[in-house]
Nanobody
Framework: QVQLAESGGGLVQTGASLTLSCTISGRSSGNYPVGWFRQVSGREREFVATINRSGGLVEYAVSVKGRFTISRDRTKKVVFLQMNNLKPDDTAVYYC????????????????WGQGTQVTVSS
């Protein structure tokens, strides 16, 4: 079994920065492609960013490109989402997810999910 745990959420003002962390534990080496998604109550889960196993391939949603950066540490077991210039529209619960196969924009391609961390950006 694979477990993912998000941390780093909080309440910030418009223009502030936050860094979310996703720690992977459990079976295997923990080196999985990882995606970040976010969800606002009553809406569908939205793709934010994804990174492949090596960290050499990353993709972003248009809404966050240029403001958010996804990366992973040397062990490959922690994936970060650096969020700069936050806006009220970024308010959501942020989830990280792990895939067996490849980095993807589709939530259905991910098998393991964390519990989520709340990010609230005040105007």
């Amino acid at each position: 079994q694979v477990q993912l745990a998000e941390s780093g959420g909080g309440l910030v003002q418009t223009g502030a920065s936050l860094t979310l962390s996703c720690t992977i534990s459990g079976r295997s080496s923990g080196n999985y492609p990882v995606g970040w998604f976010r969800q606002v109550s009553g809406r569908e889960r939205e793709f934010v960013a994804t990174i492949n196993r090596s960290g050499g391939l990353v993709e972003y949603a248009v809404s966050v490109k240029g403001r958010f950066t996804i990366s992973r540490d040397r062990t490959k077991k922690v994936v970060f989402l650096q969020m700069n210039n936050l806006k009220p529209d970024d308010t959501a619960v942020y989830y990280c997810a792990a895939s067996y196969d490849f980095a993807s924009r589709e939530a259905d391609d991910y098998m393991y999910w964390g519990q989520g961390t709340q990010v609230t950006v005040s105007s």
